[in-house]
Nanobody
Framework: QVSLVESGGGLVQAGGSLRLSCAAA??????????MAWYRQAPGKQRELVAR???????YYADSVRGRFTISRDNAENMVYLQMNSLKPEDTAVYYC?????????WGQGTQVTVSS
């Protein structure tokens, strides 16, 4: 069983930065073997993959965030992070972490990111 809790969202002006955190309450063995990902859902839009990181640290980014966002993980602490720089109004969304592919039971409340122009 895994519980994921996102935090770090907020209101920021365009061009600003935020760092999101995802705490995974799970056995370390389970967490360290899973590919983890950040997703986001903007109002009226479908949830989309933002970035993912394998257990070995290999990363992938959606075209819309590549070069601005950085995903990382700390397996010792069961944490996943998303550093977001040069934020744009179109980054406004609720951000979630989950495995890749996502598991329904792992969806948390997410953390709201709002970027003002």
């Amino acid at each position: 069983q895994v519980s994921l809790v996102e935090s770090g969202g907020g209101l920021v002006q365009a061009g600003g930065s935020l760092r999101l955190s995802c705490a995974a309450a799970a056995s370390r063995t389970i967490f360290t073997i899973k590919t983890m990902a950040w997703y986001r859902q903007a109002p009226g839009k479908q949830r989309e993959l933002v970035a993912r990181i394998t257990s070995g640290g290999d990363t992938y980014y959606a075209d819309s965030v590549r070069g601005r966002f950085t995903i990382s993980r700390d397996n010792a602490e069961n944490m996943v992070y998303l550093q977001m720089n040069s934020l744009k109004p179109e980054d406004t969304a609720v951000y979630y972490c989950n495995t890749l592919p996502p598991l329904q039971a792992y969806w948390g409340q997410g953390t709201q990111v709002t970027v003002s122009s």
